[in-house]
């Protein structure tokens, strides 16, 4: 019983430690607070001395004040919208993620930049500016390709250029050799290729009589094989892909003007076939991807297109024109001369081709100049601007040649906001100039 009486009680033996870890929590904790207070002491010395506290608010005020000041500050939160003067209605910036994560994204995210005093556009800060746009253009060697693609540079995007260089020549882009944002592969679109991009312009063709009749089998299988790899392509990369068809799909047209409503009257076992049901399957391809696969498609048709950088010999009209009264040979007109034709400048063209792409519509769009000149009215403002002297040879019409050819462009003009500008009196001296200069250079 004395044993038992001598034993400490359970709350006496838990009361030893307790006061142990108390003892060296307590000491502890009071270093823990010297060393906060001498650490605060440190900073506050350190902000206090040569005026630094007084930086650092500066520096927050002035931040705060360009926020809060800022146009664009509150815009930045929603939705972001601008107009550019040269590429018609306005288009929103829903988001800033790069457009390669969105198929959809592609156009949404394009926002233009109006240049410096051009109409009522707002510049961009850097820290809101969408990331370049990554491109393909095939063909881009071309005569339409080659001016696309120096719009697309000049607007800031990155550009792949592919061309077999049938028609395409390296001289059309050589003054961009030494861009960094510019790369030029020598690939027929025949054969399947793999690339990273966001938007695909196909305008891989010969598309002048000379040259699709050419190796007609060659054209047909570059309309249909050529379109099948790059809709692939798109499908695979998410890229929205735009096709550069062509009114010749209206064949000779019982429609006056043509509607994009309009069938079409095609010969399809003529000499001409290989182009005008090639560029009708091809347009029956993008739909078809479109409807089953989801790929985003817009659709051009395209009217007659002159300007600089033409093939000398292509045997299209106003390149034949302009070139034979150059070189003082008569101007050669088919059949009797009273077949019509609608000629668009190649800025023009661009210009449609940016906004289609661009834009919500799929189409298909006449991209076109209305204005409407017979072949012996053009015949005379070839001369008036090149040589008065120059004369007129009649030869035999050609199989299956279009007897009238004008667009209706209210779709384009409604939808767009699209129209050509340049009338054939202003846009054919610069051509002139231009087959002028290669004519001497070759001599």
């Given at each position: 019983?004395?044993?038992l009486h001598k034993q400490p009680s ?234 550069t068809s062509t009114s010749e799909v ?194």
């Amino acid at each position: 019983m004395k044993q038992l009486h001598k034993q400490p009680s359970l709350n006496q033996q838990h009361q030893i430690p307790t006061h142990t870890h108390t003892s060296s929590y307590s000491s502890k904790s009071a270093k823990q607070q010297t060393r906060s207070s001498s650490f605060l002491r440190s900073a506050a010395s350190y902000l206090l001395r040569e005026q630094r506290l007084l930086f650092v608010l500066a520096g927050a005020l002035i931040a705060s004040t360009f926020f809060l000041l800022s146009p664009y500050y509150h815009s930045s939160l929603s939705r972001l919208s601008f107009s550019s003067p040269d590429e018609g209605p306005h288009r929103v910036l829903p988001s800033f993620h790069h457009p390669s994560l969105d198929r959809s994204s592609t156009t949404k995210a394009s926002v233009s930049v109006a240049a410096a005093g051009g109409g009522g556009g707002r510049r961009v800060p850097a820290g809101l500016r969408k990331p370049p746009l990554r491109i393909v253009v095939t063909g881009g060697a071309g005569f339409v390709g080659s001016h696309l693609v120096d719009k697309l540079l000049a607007r800031g995007d990155s550009v792949i250029v592919l061309d077999n260089f049938f028609t395409g020549r390296k001289d059309n882009l050589v003054h961009h050799f030494g861009n960094p944002r510019f790369e030029l592969i020598r690939h027929d679109v025949v054969e399947p290729i793999l690339l990273e991009v966001d938007q695909i312009y196909h305008l891989a063709c010969p598309a002048s009589p000379v040259h699709y009749k050419y190796n007609p089998i060659k054209t047909i299988k570059t309309n249909v094989m050529g379109t099948l790899n790059m809709l692939g392509l798109a499908k695979r990369i998410g890229a929205r892909f735009l096709l550069t068809s062509t009114s010749e799909v209206y064949g000779d047209p019982l429609e006056h003007p043509q509607k994009e409503t309009y069938w079409g009257h095609v010969n399809p076992i003529g000499v001409r076939s290989c182009y005008d049901e090639g560029k009708r399957t091809a347009e029956t391809l993008s739909m078809d991807y479109h409807r089953g696969a989801g790929v985003e498609v817009r659709i051009a048709r395209i009217f007659n297109t002159y300007g600089p950088r033409m093939c000398l010999d292509d045997g299209r009209v106003v390149s034949n024109f302009v070139a034979q009264a150059l070189r003082k040979q008569p101007m050669t007109v088919y059949g009797d001369g009273k077949q019509t034709r609608s000629f668009q400048y190649v800025s023009d063209l661009v210009d449609g081709l940016v906004a289609l792409m661009e834009g919500e519509h799929i189409g298909p769009f006449n991209l076109g100049n209305p204005g409407e000149f017979t072949m012996l009215e053009l015949a005379e403002v070839v001369k008036e601007t090149v040589d008065p002297s120059a004369t007129i040879e009649f030869r035999p019409n050609t199989a299956d040649d279009p007897h009238m050819r004008k667009p209706d462009i209210t779709k384009a003009k409604e939808l767009l906001n699209w129209e050509p500008k340049i009338s054939l009196r202003q846009g054919l001296p610069l051509m002139v100039t231009d087959f002028r200069k290669r004519l001497n250079e070759k001599k």
